[in-house]
Every structure is written in structure tokens, then in C-alpha cells.
């Protein structure tokens, strides 16, 4: 079986950083395309980015389009999400995911961790 376990989350003043991790087992890391998302309370999960299996290639959400940066190493297979000037309304719970496909799409996202929680103070 695949499992996913996200590390790095906490709390960070607003215009702060953070580091999120991912590690991956069970399966060949490298086949997989590997996407980030995050909810918030009352919310519905929502996208954040996808890097494709070779690391290549990136897509992102309007939201976070330059702020954060997605990346992998296939030789530790981990993912990891640098999330630099980080806003109150990026608190949520990220969540990293592994699927077939490099599409936004959650439904098309077949294994997922636990989540890290990740809050941003004003």
C-alpha cells in the first residue's frame, strides 16, 4: 500500500515561511505525479500545486503563484512545498496527495496523508 506523511507544519506570523515535507513509500515514487492541497474549517479542499513525476514540470494556483514553490528529490522520495509570504487565509490544513494524472482535480488524487496543520497569525 501507498503512504504519505506530510511534516513540517506549525504557526508563523503573517509575511513568515515555512517548509512543508512530504515522505512517500509502498510504491515506486517516481511514477507518481504528487500534488499539495490544503482546507480550511468549513471549507471544501482545495488546490495548491502539482509537480509531475520527472519534477519538470509545475502548475499552481492563482492564489499562490509566487509565493509558493513545489519541488521533489526521487532519490528520497519526498515532495516538499516552500510557502514564503504566508497570509492569514493560508491557514489550513495541507495535505499532500500522489496520482496519475497532472490535473487540479482532488477526485482524481488516489492516496493521501494525514495532513499538517498549518496557521498564520496577522
Known amino acids: 500500500q501507498v503512504q504519505l506523511v506530510e511534516s513540517g507544519g506549525g504557526l508563523v506570523q503573517a509575511g513568515g515561511s515555512l517548509r512543508l515535507s512530504c515522505a512517500a513509500s509502498?510504491?515506486?515514487?517516481?511514477?507518481?505525479?504528487m500534488g499539495w492541497f490544503r482546507q480550511a474549517p468549513g471549507k471544501e479542499r482545495e488546490f495548491v500545486a502539482a509537480?509531475?513525476?520527472?519534477?519538470?514540470?509545475?502548475i499552481y494556483a492563482d492564489s499562490v503563484k509566487g509565493r509558493f514553490t513545489i519541488s521533489r528529490d526521487n532519490a528520497k522520495n519526498t515532495v516538499r512545498l516552500q510557502m514564503n509570504s504566508l497570509k492569514p487565509e493560508d491557514t489550513a490544513v495541507y495535505s499532500c496527495a500522489a496520482g496519475r494524472s497532472m490535473v487540479i482535480t482532488t477526485s482524481l488524487y488516489n492516496y493521501w496523508g494525514q495532513g499538517t496543520q498549518v496557521t498564520v497569525s496577522s
Open positions: 509502498g510504491r515506486t515514487f517516481s511514477s507518481y505525479v
Open positions: 509537480v509531475s513525476s520527472s519534477g519538470r514540470s509545475t
